[in-house]
């Protein structure tokens, strides 16, 4: 069964820096796919970013971006100029292809707070 | 805009009782997820369904039953409610087709067995 694992429960950065969340994964499979998604106050789950692991160019989106490592299993997210809005719980998630195996394996979140 | 709605934000309920959680999507999403949220632990998956009728354990599912008698709607069921079942629970759906796309998720029902 594939396991994530967020080995930081929290971090905090200054507005306007830079952060990188980690996330390793486990799995046999070639293909699959890799989001991060953040939940603010508010709890509701937003998609962040995401990856198809046959791509080997790493995604981003506007501020946000991932190191994507597929050998080593590594799927970091990198905040640039962070601002206060991105304070939340943000987690990995991994989907696998396999017909019928739709669900997300999440792992266990990082607290992200933002210092004015 | 499209959307996962969870009946009840809060939810007080004592050990023992029968609790249903209802979650309704308006996107015509074959899957539905179930889904417990424990700091520290992350999101454990507890029922999903690829179909109405259809379901399917996930990781954490005893103590919990699951209902799917329309496609858009997908409801958890503690049957003899305990303390420990005292988390957030979040709803989930998706395409069933293979795609790219993650969930789209409710706004979480935060349960209190006492």
């Known amino acids: 069964a594939q396991t994530v694992t967020q080995s930081q429960p929290e971090m905090s950065v200054q507005e306007a820096e830079t952060v990188t969340l980690s996330c390793t994964y486990d799995t046999s499979e070639s293909d699959y796919y890799l989001f991060w998604y953040k939940q603010p106050p508010s709890r509701q789950m937003i998609l962040v970013i995401r990856?198809?692991?046959?791509?080997?160019q790493n995604a981003t989106e506007n501020r946000f971006s991932v190191n994507f490592q597929k050998a080593a299993k590594s799927f970091s997210l990198k905040i640039s100029d962070s601002q206060l809005g991105d304070a939340a719980m943000y987690f990995c998630a991994y989907r696998s292809l396999i017909q019928g195996a739709q669900k997300l394996v999440f792992g266990q979140g990082t607290r992200l707070t933002i210092n004015p | 805009d499209v959307k996962v709605t969870q009946s009840s934000r809060y939810l007080v309920k004592r050990t023992g009782e029968k609790v249903f959680l209802e979650c309704v999507q308006d996107?015509?999403?074959?899957?539905m997820f179930w889904y417990r949220q424990d700091p520290g632990l992350g999101l454990r998956l507890i029922y999903f369904?690829?179909?109405?009728?259809?379901?399917e354990k996930g990781d954490i599912p005893e103590g919990y039953s699951v209902s799917r008698e329309k496609k858009e709607r997908f409801s958890l069921i503690l049957e003899s409610a305990s303390t420990n079942q005292t988390s957030m629970y979040l709803c989930?759906?998706?395409?069933?087709?293979?795609?790219?796309?993650?969930?789209?998720f409710g706004s979480g029902t935060r349960l209190t067995v006492v």
């Open positions: 996107m015509d999403h074959e899957n």
């Open positions: 990856q198809e692991a046959y791509k080997q």
């Open positions: 989930a759906s998706s395409l069933r087709v293979m795609t790219n796309y993650g969930y789209t």
């Open positions: 369904s690829y179909d109405v009728k259809m379901k």
